[in-house]
Every structure is written in structure tokens, then in C-alpha cells.
């Protein structure tokens, strides 16, 4: 996977690229996003007068040789955004279609990449069962991040995830400083829209990446097939079945994958969450460049 996706070359088309935030931070100083709360960058914003207890230092003393009163001079403030990248692990995500979990992981890499290339801080979180591990710690900088995507690229896909679970049970989700993102195919019977609801309470941005197979999309399978589902323990799990496909199960399946993505994309614009569904044989520099955009995520 590091040789197909994970290379110089992918990191440095993403060299150009900045997020956008939809909402102020309140944490972190000395990094490139501007708030609309004042700070102490060079860039100057707006003038307002002088109160008792005021720095009078940043007195203009031009305009009060011209209006006799005292204004100060007020500047942007530049905050750092805290990117959290939930990747779910289970097996539905590439136990059996190591190319689905290479490009999970791929996007996951890039918004990492994007993050600490703008100066902000940077955590992924691999889910499993119900618990997110977060291998890493908090990335700052290009070396750590470098130093995090080897291992990160070495991600095993097995068994099930709880999403909700493992978002309510990290440690460090932070209130109103910056960007979360899950990396998901959604194919989970755990309450996801608990686990989004808990991260809009936190007053967090959200992006929710829908990865998908091209089988998973477009089934070819014909006549009696014995289906195993990737997460199931065992093949006596009942999950597994013997079954005769049909043209009236593969039309259902796909009224049924239809439903899911629209009710998904429903639900995050009735709640002002980024939402984009990709098929693994999209290019991810499409993706990236595309679908990102469209979405205002990034600039």
C-alpha cells in the first residue's frame, strides 16, 4: 500500500491545500486559521476607542492628532485546529478487500497530512470493538507525522466496531477546536448518529467519509453463493448464509444501499455535517480535489 498511495508524490500534490472551518475556535494559539475574535497577528483588522485598562501601547496616535480621542488598533487572531480522524477498523472495511482498507487509510493519511502541513495538531484513532485506539499521541509537525504513517499504513481490518461506543469513550474529543472526521462504510448496526449528536454537542466541525467497494456497489454475484460476512466471528456465525442470488434480492440490495447513503446525507444536512460516499476506484486525488471542494471543506 505505502508504494501505491503513501508516497512523495501523493503528499506533495496536497502541498496548496488549507481546510476551511464553518465556525470560530477557541483554543490554540499560533496556528494559520483566522477567527473573528482579535488577537495579536501583524494583519490589522478594524479600530475601536480606547477603554480605561487598555494596552496603550496600541494607541494610533495618527488619528488622534486628527480627531483629538483615543482609538486602538485591533488585529486578527489566528488560531490552531485539532484534526481528529476516526478510521473504522473492522473487517467489513478490509478483511476481504485489503484495496478498501488501503484507501480508508489513505484518506485518512491525507487529511492528516493537510492538517500539520497547515500547522495544526492531528490524531488518529483506530476503532475497534468499542474503543479507539490512538497509537500516535497528538502529531505536530511533518517528522512526527512521517514517522506515525508507516505504522499507520500497517492497519489490521478484523472483527466488528461499535462507532458510537468508541467516539463516547475517547478520552480527548475537545470543544469547539477544530475538525472530526470518520472514515466509515457505515455498515454497522451501532448507533453512529449518537456518536455525531455527541460531537455536535462538543461544538466540533464533522465530516463523515463513506468508503465503498465497487462489488459493494455494483454486486455481480449469480445463482447460490454461500455469503460470509467479514466481521462474523466464525463460519457458524448466522450471519453467514446459503443463499440463491436472484435479480429481485440484487435489485433490493440496491434500493436498500440507496436507502442508506441518502439517509445518511439527509441526516448531516438536516445538521450541517460534510458528507461524501466514494467508491475505492475513484481516484483519491479526485476525491481530494473534487469532492472536498464541493463540499467547502477545504480552500
Known amino acids: ?5 503513501l508516497n512523495d508524490k501523493f503528499f ?9 472551518l ?8 499560533g496556528g494559520k486559521h483566522l477567527v473573528t475574535t482579535y488577537g495579536q497577528t501583524v494583519e490589522f483588522a478594524d479600530y475601536r476607542e480606547y477603554q480605561l485598562g487598555d494596552d496603550i501601547r ?3 496616535w495618527n488619528l488622534y492628532s486628527r480627531f483629538e480621542k483615543h482609538f486602538l488598533k485591533l488585529f486578527t487572531d489566528e488560531r490552531q485546529m485539532q484534526v481528529q480522524i476516526f478510521l473504522d477498523c473492522s473487517g467489513s472495511m478490509g478483511k476481504q478487500n485489503p484495496a478498501k482498507g488501503e484507501y480508508a487509510v489513505a484518506a485518512a493519511a491525507a487529511i492528516g497530512f493537510l492538517a500539520v502541513h497547515n500547522m495544526d495538531k492531528v490524531t488518529f484513532n483506530l476503532m475497534r470493538g468499542d474503543r479507539a485506539e490512538n497509537p500516535f499521541g497528538t502529531i505536530v509537525g511533518k517528522t512526527a507525522f512521517f514517522r506515525a504513517i508507516g505504522s499507520l499504513g500497517e492497519a489490521v481490518f478484523d472483527g466488528d466496531t461499535d462507532i458510537e461506543a468508541c467516539i463516547a469513550n475517547c478520552a480527548d474529543t475537545g470543544t ?10 457505515f455498515f454497522t448496526d451501532s448507533d453512529w448518529k449518537k456518536a455525531v ?13 463513506q468508503v465503498l467497494a465497487p462489488d459493494e456497489i455494483d454486486p455481480s454475484y449469480d445463482g447460490r453463493v454461500h455469503l460470509i460476512d467479514a466481521e462474523a466471528g466464525d463460519i457458524s456465525d448466522p450471519r453467514n448464509m446459503k443463499i440463491k442470488i ?10 436498500a444501499l440507496g436507502g442508506l447513503i441518502s439517509g445518511i446525507k439527509d441526516y448531516c444536512t438536516r445538521r450541517g455535517v460534510d458528507f461524501i460516499s466514494v467508491s475505492t476506484q475513484a481516484a483519491i486525488e479526485k476525491v481530494l480535489f473534487g469532492e472536498f471542494f464541493r463540499t467547502g471543506i477545504l480552500s
Open 22 to 29: 464553518k465556525s470560530n475556535l477557541t483554543g490554540y494559539f
Open 246 to 255: 436472484t435479480s429481485s434480492m440484487l435489485k433490493a440490495y440496491e434500493e
Open 1 to 5: 500500500m505505502k508504494g501505491t498511495y
Open 12 to 20: 506533495s500534490r496536497l502541498e496548496a491545500l488549507a481546510f476551511n
Open 58 to 60: 496600541r494607541i494610533d
Open 176 to 185: 469547539k477546536n477544530g475538525l472530526t472526521v470518520i472514515i466509515s462504510d
Open 197 to 209: 449528536d455527541y460531537l455536535l454537542y462538543k461544538k466540533r466541525q464533522i465530516m463523515l467519509i
